[in-house]
């Protein structure tokens, strides 16, 4: 009759842990149930309660791993908007903030897609969504800090426009939307035009205005692709902005 009851809860285990995207669950499950069920314990024949007290068992069992995926940070809809929001949070402080090296951005950014588990299971849709987030993060991130780098030694009036660049950029990122972006897509043609155009002798000399077209440049494709792709992410932070 022993064997008739745990049996069941034995087969579910073994199935669960020889898959590999369920490891972990069937061996946690296997555990808890040999732990909990009281083997030894003095058992009395009784073999109705005992069954009973299995199921029972079992439906606690399966309950908390149902509450525990609901709960679980890398596979919830909500974190991975929390994770999207702070990755564009990171290139708005990349912008704004001079403290913040590129060591130091790079870091965060890597321990916030470690943290979400997004690396881990690339096939999916969303997952694959996220590591392109972070690398469209990653990229925009240096390529704004090498601008930052950049304006030290350019004259007034160029780092002004510089800075107003940053302003819009990191606006774009703070609140995504189509106005924004379009703003921020319009004054980086107009500043490519203006470097591009020999406006500039002035104010850059030829290396520092290839190094700003460049970055520029890389920037506005950035942002271009975004406004393309409309990813499902960029909506939702547009719609909590």
């Known amino acids: 009759m022993l064997c008739i009851v745990i049996a069941p809860a034995i087969l579910l285990t073994a199935w669960l842990s020889a898959r590999p995207a369920t490891a972990l669950v069937g061996a ?20 109705v309660k005992y069954f009973n007290d299995s199921i029972a068992l079992m439906i606690a069992l399966g309950v ?22 702070q990755l564009r949070q990171l290139v708005v402080d990349a912008c704004l903030d001079p403290g913040l090296t590129s060591t130091a951005f790079e870091m965060r950014a890597r321990d916030l897609i470690q943290r979400s588990g ?29 601008l930052r780098t950049l304006s030290s030694g350019l004259a007034a009036q160029a780092q002004r426009l510089l800075q107003h660049t940053l302003v ?3 606006h774009d990122y703070k609140r995504p939307g189509p106005k924004s972006q379009q703003q921020v897509l319009q004054w980086l043609d107009h500043f490519l035009a203006w470097v591009q155009g020999g406006e500039y002798a002035d104010a850059l000399t030829p290396s520092q205005a290839q190094k700003l077209i460049t970055q520029l440049h890389f920037i506005r494709l950035v942002i271009a692709e975004e406004t393309l792709a409309s ?6 932070a547009a719609h909590a902005a």
């Open 64 to 85: 908390s791993g149902i509450l525990f995926a609901l709960t679980d940070y890398t596979a919830s809809p909500w974190a991975n908007t929390r994770v999207f929001a």
């Open 28 to 47: 946690g499950l296997g555990i808890a149930y040999f732990l909990m069920v009281g083997f030894n314990q003095a058992l009395g024949d009784n073999p």
């Open 231 to 236: 990813t499902p992410l960029l909506k939702e």
């Open 118 to 146: 997004n690396i881990h299971r690339p096939q999916e849709a969303e997952r694959v969504c996220m590591v392109e987030a972070l690398c469209a993060a990653l990229e925009i991130g240096h390529a704004v800090m090498a």
């Open 168 to 170: 819009l950029i990191a």
